[in-house]
């Protein structure tokens, strides 16, 4: 029998960048959308364009230039909502309106406070009005899985004959239990008699780490939908993972009788994609893009593997575009062997940017005796996403001197807008203090420094390191990256970046604020 077509939605853009520490700017959010174009997800839902001026830039972007792909928004059943949604999509190629409303008990007590009739009476309106800007519409009973079965019943045929196209099932907060959720979504089609007129969807939360075997489960009880994100990424302890979802049907295809139309060979490229805009790195023994997904160290297992792969790998990681031959680069490299890898690593560049990629591999090259993967994923990050655009001071140089038993001491000169030098020095209770001092000095502001953190981008003993600090400055926080071989001048501008962007936001304004949460 031929596998049924399954829909992958996935929620990156949204629900992933909800995870904490995972805001992305415009022009990353463009370019993880473009990567999952290129893997040929259904529907990739861009944001939430009534939350913010910059998100529904985004979503209005993204809108405009994918191709193959449908493009949604959420919204909440709100006429202000939806309306955002409608004019974010008016250049899509396949536009969808996702409308989500609170339906469990819990919620219409505490968060809504509202009666069942009126939950349904704002299901319907909502999604009739969705109607009048978009035929795609996409409707989620939020808190489906602790809603009351028959009412959740209710409210579903009740918006199908609104005329949704799509009916979502989110386990919001991670409650349910394989089984369980499977029996929900049979429940459903045995008990919704206009379902044949919908797809059935899930959209699955990771809180009791079963969010890839619900949704599992609810495609084998007939859903026809997953929601899901990029390595699994998402609010709290976060969602389906996208590429655990495909690779399961795709190697149990006979089991579940339904199948993806994503191109696996892109998986791994838009694994290491996100991973890096984001900052949060994969764990190494992650199921499909961990390290050690298709590694084997046991004795044992390298024998039976030698012998036979299929002996200890269920997959070929040719599948999900892992290679066994590494691109080495180095001082001697061309441009073109540089722009390989770039296309590899999922990334898609100008010509310029390419060969200021290149220009600063050439210095890399005379620091460093090997070239990594990850020293060419910190340059690229580095250059094309370094948000000039936000620029109010640049940093010239910093010095520090620091010896036992005494204070630390650091002085910074900045390069403001006109080009003026600007000079402080500042103590501190350690080195990263000091720097921070000196800079708050020059910049007038008085930030506190919430968190420090120093990753390794890079291998070897000269490896290039990541430092992100996240800081506050009148109830506002925000993100600083920096990435060098030094530490010193690395803390000294990732400071700096978040500075910038909070001059940047003071000079903008107040974006305002909404519930954002979503399903």
């Known amino acids: 029998m031929k596998p049924e077509k399954l829909i992958i939605f996935d929620t990156t853009l949204r629900d992933g960048e909800q995870c904490p520490g995972a805001s992305l700017n415009r022009k990353e959010k463009l370019e993880i959308a473009r990567q999952l174009a290129l893997l040929k997800v259904d529907v990739i839902e861009a944001g939430f364009p009534v939350a913010s001026p910059g998100d529904f830039d985004s979503v209005r972007e993204i809108a405009t230039e994918i191709k193959g792909s449908s493009v949604a928004g959420l919204a909440r059943a709100l006429e202000k909502d939806i309306e955002a949604s409608a004019r974010a999509l008016e250049k899509a190629e396949s536009p969808r309106i996702h409308i989500f409303l609170s339906t469990s008990k819990t919620h219409r007590d505490h968060k809504l406070l509202k009666s069942k009739t009126e939950i349904i009476k704002m299901a319907t309106d909502a999604v009739r009005f969705g109607k009048k800007f978009c035929d795609d519409i996409e409707f989620s009973p939020e808190d489906a899985s602790r809603t009351e079965p028959d009412f959740l019943y ?10 949704a196209t799509t009916v979502n099932i989110p386990d919001t907060v991670g409650y349910a239990i394989p089984d369980e959720f499977g029996g929900l979504i049979a429940g459903i089609k045995k008990n919704v008699p206009n379902i044949d007129n919908a797809i059935i969807s899930v959209h699955c939360h990771n ?20 929601e899901c994100t990029v390595n699994g990424i998402g609010e709290r302890a976060g969602n389906a993972a996208m590429e655990e979802i495909v690779m399961a049907l795709k190697t149990r295809r006979e089991f579940f009788g339904a199948d993806t139309r994503i191109d696996t060979k892109h998986i791994m490229t838009c694994s290491r994609l996100v ?29 039976g593997f030698l012998k036979k792969k299929d002996t200890y790998e269920i997959m070929n990681p ?12 180095g001082k001697h490299s061309g441009r073109n062997a540089l722009a390989s890898s770039i296309r590899q690593l999922g990334y898609q ?13 050439k210095v890399l090259a005379d620091e460093k005796k090997e070239i990594f993967e990850e020293d060419i994923l910190a340059l690229i990050q580095k250059q094309k996403f370094s948000e000039d655009s ?3 001071y640049k940093l010239k140089w910093v010095k520090c001197s620091f010896e036992s038993g005494k204070i630390p001491e650091a002085s910074v000169v900045l390069i403001s807008l006109d080009g003026k ?50 800081v506050s400055h009148e109830n506002r926080e925000v993100l600083g990256k920096g990435i060098g071989v030094n530490t010193i001048e690395t803390s000294a501008f990732a400071y700096v970046n978040a500075v910038n962007k909070l001059l940047f936001k003071s000079k903008s304004g107040p974006l305002g604020s909404c519930d954002i949460s979503g399903p």
Do not use: W
């Open 318 to 329: 040719t599948e999900i575009g892992l290679e066994s031959s590494e691109l080495v680069l």
């Open 421 to 470: 030098e600007h000079e402080s020095t500042a103590t501190g209770d350690g080195p990263v203090d000091s720097i921070c001092n000196a800079i708050d000095r020059i910049t007038g502001l008085s930030c506190k420094l919430l968190d420090y953190q120093v990753m390794s981008k890079t291998k070897g003993k000269d490896a290039q390191g990541e430092i992100t600090v996240r």
């Open 154 to 163: 209710e409210v579903v045929e009740a918006v199908i004959d609104a005329g």
């Open 349 to 361: 560049l100008t010509d310029t940017e390419l060969n200021e990629v290149f220009n600063d591999l």
């Open 275 to 303: 991973s890096s805009l984001t900052g949060f790195f994969v764990q190494r023994n992650k199921a499909i893009v961990g390290k050690n997904a298709f590694a084997h160290e046991s004795g044992v297992h390298q024998d």
């Open 207 to 226: 809180d009791l780490g079963m969010a890839v075997a619900n949704s599992l489960a609810a495609v084998k009880s007939g859903a026809r939908q997953v």
């Open 390 to 392: 936000l620029f109010t």
